[in-house]
């Protein structure tokens, strides 16, 4: 990734006689790519936002109709909309993981752009002491916690689908 990150300058003598002209455009890009990072971000919050939404009431009015609702001619019927809360999971554990990798990339460039500003308080600092992830009683990543959110639901589903077969 380092080989990719950097452009070979055209006109080196620029910034070599002005180093201050370089730090000034790599802090200037550094801003720009830490916004970006911080959509990415907003945008899969936004998007877990919608799922859960989404899941809790298409839930909720399955419960209701099962509930208050004796007009269900068969509780085959249910299975469509399982179906498709199912397939909704999928496509927000795919949603998920595009973010994901979209936002491991870009954090990792920014460390790379740490490398040549004077402090990295991401890469080398705020990270490391986070334990870059790895230690769940320091810092419980978001994915970990959405992925703990899909395996709840699909045990709600199983039940509802076991108490269902069962009436």
């Avoid at 990734?1 to 080196?12: H, T, Y």
């Avoid at 839930?59 to 068969?74: D, E, K, R, T, Y």
């Avoid at 990792?108 to 009683?137: M, T």
Wanted: aromatic share 14%; hydrophobic share 45%.
């Amino acid at each position: 990734m380092k080989n990719n990150l950097w452009n070979a300058i055209e006109n080196i003598d620029a910034y070599a006689q002005n180093n201050e002209l370089y730090q000034q455009h790599i802090l200037e890009q550094y801003k720009i790519y830490i916004e970006m990072a911080d959509r990415i971000s907003a945008r899969r919050n936004l998007a877990n936002v919608f799922f859960l939404t989404l899941h809790t009431t298409l839930l909720s009015i399955i419960g209701f109709s099962v509930q208050n609702l004796h007009f269900v001619c068969s509780k085959w019927l249910l299975i469509l909309p399982f179906t498709g809360i199912i397939i909704m999971c999928g496509v927000w554990w795919w949603l998920l993981q595009s973010f994901r990798q979209l936002n491991t990339a870009k954090y990792r460039v920014i460390g790379l752009l740490e490398e040549k500003l004077p402090s990295s308080p991401y890469w080398l600092a705020e990270w490391k002491e986070l334990g870059e992830g790895k230690n769940w009683k320091k810092y419980l990543p978001l994915t970990r916690v959405c992925l703990k959110n899909r395996i709840v639901k699909k045990e709600f589903v199983f039940f509802v689908n076991e108490k269902v077969r069962i009436a």
